[in-house]
């Protein structure tokens, strides 16, 4: 199953985190466990923020992904099941 993580970032906190090494240090650690088909990191509402899309086989899994997030950058979270267009023309 394909999910799309979005998450965003409190300016001060993502500010601490760029300083003292932290941000890097969690997005290498999320990539490396999701292995992302794709990743794009942007604004949102003016803060930073990033939307990756991977692969996921097992549920138990979400907690392993979210809580570096939550515990290192006070990250906002949204994980969401999607389909491409291919598949979803498939279906209908």
Not at 3 to 22: C, M
Not at 30 to 42: G, R
Not at 50 to 60: L, P, Q, V, Y
Request: a negative charge; proline letters at 4%.
């Amino acid at each position: 199953m394909q999910l799309i993580l979005r998450f965003s970032i409190p300016v001060q906190k993502g500010n601490e985190a760029v300083s003292d090494g932290t941000m890097a240090l969690a997005l290498r650690e999320l990539v490396e466990k999701v292995k992302p088909e794709s990743a794009y990191f942007h604004l949102d509402d003016g803060c930073r923020a990033g939307t990756i899309i991977f692969d996921a086989s097992d549920h138990s899994q979400m907690a392993i992904i979210n809580e570096p997030l939550f515990a290192k950058l006070d990250a906002k979270i949204d994980i969401q099941p999607v389909i491409s267009l291919d598949e979803l023309l498939d279906k209908i």
